[in-house]
């Protein structure tokens, strides 16, 4: 799934991509580029798996445009 996390981040805009990172580093209680390796790596579940509301849904209507 990592790959599919990684490819979404990387499509997206830079601002976007800073605000989901923050928001996942928020509620984990770590750093954006702690989230970002997280969320990237080989074994990481669906990006949306680690996002809480609502930031969760306004993601995935980003990723549903985008055909992922």
Do not use: C, K, W
Not at 8 to 32: N, P, V
Not at 48 to 68: C, H, K, N, W, Y
Request: charged share 20%.
């Amino acid at each position: 799934m990592s790959n599919l996390n990684a490819q979404f981040l990387a499509a997206i805009d830079g601002d976007t991509r800073a605000e989901i990172l923050e928001s996942i580093a928020a509620h984990y209680g770590i750093t954006s580029e702690q989230a970002f390796a997280e969320v990237t790596d080989d074994q990481a579940e669906h990006l949306l798996d680690f996002m809480i509301e609502p930031l969760r849904s306004a993601t995935s209507v980003i990723m549903q445009r985008r055909g992922f």
